[in-house]
């Protein structure tokens, strides 16, 4: 009777020593993530997840991805950096509303946002590229000489993008209106193929693929010099800027210092820029005098956003109540 006593006794003893032991791991899991104010901290950063767009010309990019400048840099922080290959504004920020990537680098402004516009969690924290130049409208048919010639004709291109802008920039331009078109939409590959075989009276392009056709002939009516800057961005997931800011400064003190070094001696990236795009040397040499990619958000750049909501409000993209206030989205690090 005592012994069945005794062992009773021990056997609660046993079990109340176990759970106040689980009871004790379980604390000591969740102080790791609150803070001594009793407010819950951010989690550890251990991995960075973002796009990689190589098109039209992003110099800088290349450069990165090429000598692993952020996986390196990372690294010893233990954080493991990751691109993922996403080059459609708004696959990018479907993505970046999912919480796969954490950054957009190299974001269009219209995608930027159109994303923020219906609700996806977003800060502008730099400019990526600024290269009205480099955005063209494109065409084969020797009857089209002007813009004006255009009415009535088929273009294709990407809609809601900044060649879709560029399109409607230039046909108020002329007096014309979309409706005075045909437009189709297209994205860039599917362009430049309709456009090499006279598919469609006239493309939108951009980049490498514009400058193939020009090479093979095709003749540019415009491009986005003196009609819009054709700002691309570069866009964070809020709760990751919120949560990680030094790791946000630290990849934007690492982008700039790429483009500084790239400024100091453009020629010496060609090489890497042309194996990376399909380009030659000479054709990257041509290209990149057409790219400002300053990272500082100037006042032309806001203004350049703000006609960039203006277009798609007045396209029907953006519902006009739920245009944005563009200095508030864009944030400086």
């Known amino acids: ?40 901290a951010a989690p550890q950063l251990t991995a960075i997840h973002s796009t990689y767009v190589k098109s039209p010309l992003n110099i800088p ?3 990165e991805k090429r000598h692993a400048t952020f996986e390196d840099a990372f690294q010893t922080d233990g954080i493991q950096f990751t691109y993922s290959d996403l080059n459609a504004g708004p696959k ?4 970046l509303a999912a ?13 930027a946002i159109l994303a923020a516009a219906n609700g996806v969690n977003l800060k502008i924290v730099g400019i990526y590229s600024r ?16 813009i004006q010639d255009l009415k009535g004709k088929t273009i294709a291109g990407p809609r809601g993008t900044i060649l879709h802008q560029l399109l409607l920039a230039s046909l108020q331009k002329a007096g014309l209106s979309i409706d005075d078109v045909h437009f189709v939409s297209m994205d860039i590959p599917q362009t430049a193929a309709a456009l090499a075989s006279r598919k469609i009276d006239a ?53 700039r210092q790429v483009v500084a070094d790239y400024l100091a001696d453009p020629a010496a990236s060609y090489p890497d820029a042309a194996a990376e795009t399909g380009l030659t040397p000479e054709q990257v040499a ?3 005098p057409w790219y400002d990619f300053d990272p500082d958000i100037r006042p032309a750049d806001l ?31």
């Open 99 to 111: 919480g796969d990537i954490d950054i957009c680098h190299a974001l269009g402004g219209t995608s």
């Open 286 to 288: 041509k290209m990149a």
């Open 203 to 255: 493309g939108l392009l951009a980049g490498p693929a514009a400058l193939k056709l020009q090479e093979n002939g095709a003749r540019t009516l415009t491009t986005g010099k003196g009609l819009l800057d054709a700002t691309i961005v570069i866009a964070m997931r809020q709760d990751f800027l919120q949560n990680h800011p030094e790791a946000a400064k630290k990849f934007l003190s690492l982008h």
């Open 131 to 146: 290269a009205p130049e480099a955005f063209t409208l494109l065409t084969t048919d020797d009857s089209i000489q002007t």
């Open 61 to 63: 990019s290349i450069l």
């Open 92 to 95: 990018q920020t479907e993505a």
């Open 1 to 40: 009777m005592k012994l069945s006593r005794i062992s009773a006794q021990l056997i609660f003893f046993v079990l109340f020593i176990t759970t106040a032991g689980l009871l004790t791991a379980g604390c000591g899991q969740q102080a790791d993530t609150a803070a001594t104010d009793g407010t819950t």
């Open 303 to 333: 203004q350049d956003l703000e006609a960039t909501q203006d277009f798609l409000i007045r396209t029907g993209m953006l519902d006009p109540a739920k245009k944005l206030d563009i200095p508030t989205l864009c944030t400086r690090l």
